[in-house]
């Protein structure tokens, strides 16, 4: 069954359906009935709007959500600027030095951090662009021991998080209700929507894509058809709930061109009552993505295994893709079934949730780790990977089982920062050495033929 079989069982309950037009009451008749703004929405509740997108937005990309809710949004004090934390790879809006360079990076796994909360977590590895153009992307680590305070709120303005757990479980509570993440699963907090993160089963880590412009989409499926890859069926939205806290001192933390700032509230910020709309979060379990491949010979492009898109103005180029590697089965003829050896006009960031990759088995590439293949940096399996593949009797074969591998894929060229390349001291120095440099070479002259090396007659 294509559902992963999870530790954590469930505890909430969801709407189903990507970009739907999904509308929750936790109390019945809360939702207004043929308007949006009535003078007196019901039960005392203020009506207020969320926008994704600008007014006039195409229809077909327009996100907006009305919420009604206990006490509007605006009620909260200044905010002020909090400790020194920086989350921009915008050299001018940066303490840390970036580092553009054309080399293969890896890194082994993240250390587990227990004395921090999420927002305390959440490290800057590489980006490109700048949030206050809303322009680019960031690629943060995340690895959490402590919820976060129990009258406390974050939010990002710069971007919309997609968050990739690898180990630990999220019970995250929204503005519009609340998402249980585990590994093999994902979640993607838009722009703007205030939450908090508990750890039900303690210490959490994984990876986070914040993209700074526009919004993910389900990528097209040309010939393909009208089904597989993310089917939007399987994608879930928070039902609405909410808590009646008008008398407590709250803090909201927000995330603002790649600052830390922080205000105070005598509510909380979870009383939303009811919603209706477009714009608001949701999660999906990779287990349900349904994989295609070749069934004679060669393999298609990565892209084949697209989950989300973020495209560019430029029709087929994304700012960022989010590409897994799920267990599937090869039975191409005669083919190399590894990823070939390759340079990429995009940037490749790839991590592991669990098992192993297919076309990095020598152990380097573990969970919780990552790699960096920039823009032409040329990168394809090891040398053992390379032997056994090329050497191996073909037969029909699953891969990956027990394994998820995953990639952010953009066209922009990453920069990487001085906590990613230094700091965190998980950068490995012989990646090269003990992938690439081993590889031999295999070609061998046709009989009667005489080159001329010089001239390559």
Same mark, same amino acid.
């Given at each position: 069954m294509p559902v992963t079989k999870f530790t954590t069982p469930e505890k909430y309950k969801y709407q189903n359906g990507f970009h739907s037009y999904h509308e929750s009451e936790a109390i019945e008749g809360a939702l207004p009935i043929?308007? #949006?703004?009535?003078?007196?929405?019901? /039960?005392?509740? /203020?009506?207020?709007? %969320?926008?994704?997108t600008a007014f006039t937005a195409p229809r077909s990309e327009n996100l907006q959500t009305w919420l009604y809710r206990i006490l509007p949004a605006a009620a909260h004090g200044p905010f002020e600027p909090r400790e020194s934390i920086t989350y921009s790879t915008n050299p001018g809006n940066s303490s840390q030095k970036i580092?553009?360079?054309? #080399?293969?990076?890896?890194?082994?796994?993240f250390d587990l951090d227990e004395t921090v909360d999420w927002v305390h977590s959440l490290? %800057?590895? $590489?980006?490109?662009?700048?949030? $206050?153009m809303k322009s680019g992307i960031g690629i943060f680590i995340f690895a959490a021991g402590k919820d976060m305070d129990p009258r406390e709120a974050f939010y990002s303005a710069d971007g919309d998080f997609l968050i990739v757990p690898q180990h630990g479980t999220l019970d995250i509570q929204t503005e519009l209700g609340h998402l249980l993440v585990r590994p093999n699963e994902i979640a993607v907090i838009p722009r703007g929507i205030r939450y908090r993160v508990a750890l039900p089963t303690g210490p959490v880590r994984g990876y986070i894509l914040e993209l700074y412009q526009g919004h993910f989409q389900l990528p097209e499926l040309g010939p393909?058809?009208?089904?597989?890859?993310? #089917?939007a069926r399987d994608f879930q939205a928070p039902v609405a709930a909410f808590n009646e806290d008008t008398d407590s001192t709250w803090h909201l933390l927000?995330?603002? #061109?790649?600052? %830390?700032f922080a205000a105070k509230q005598t509510h909380t910020p979870f009383d939303v009552v009811a919603w209706h709309g477009l714009y608001y979060p949701f999660k999906y379990d990779l287990g349900r993505f349904s994989t295609i491949g070749s069934i004679s010979f060669d393999h298609p492009d990565p892209s084949i295994?697209?989950? %989300?898109?973020a495209p560019s103005d430029h029709t087929g180029t994304a700012i960022a893709d989010f590409v897994i590697f799920p267990p599937r089965w090869l039975v191409a003829e005669d083919t190399f079934r590894p990823p070939w050896y390759h340079r990429n006009t995009m940037s490749e960031f790839m991590g592991l949730i669990v098992g192993d990759y297919d076309a990095k088995t020598g152990g380097g590439f573990r969970p919780a780790g990552a790699s960096l293949h920039n823009v032409m940096s040329a990168h394809g399996p090891d040398a053992s990977t390379h032997e056994k593949a090329s050497n191996t009797a073909l037969k029909p074969a699953k891969v990956g089982e027990g394994s998820m591998a995953f990639m952010f894929e953009s066209c922009l060229m990453v920069g990487v920062t001085e906590w990613g390349l230094k700091t965190c001291k998980k950068a490995q120095e012989d990646y090269n050495s003990e992938s690439w440099e081993p590889l031999k070479p295999r070609f061998k002259m046709p009989g009667g033929i005489k080159k001329d090396v010089e001239t390559g007659r």
């Open positions: 043929g308007a #949006n703004s009535p003078q007196k929405p019901p /039960y005392g509740l /203020y009506a207020e709007k %969320l926008s994704g580092h553009h360079i054309p #080399n293969q990076l890896r890194w082994d796994p490290r %800057l590895v $590489a980006g490109a662009g700048d949030p $206050a393909i058809g009208s089904n597989c890859l993310a #089917n927000s995330k603002f #061109n790649g600052q %830390l295994f697209t989950v %989300l898109s």
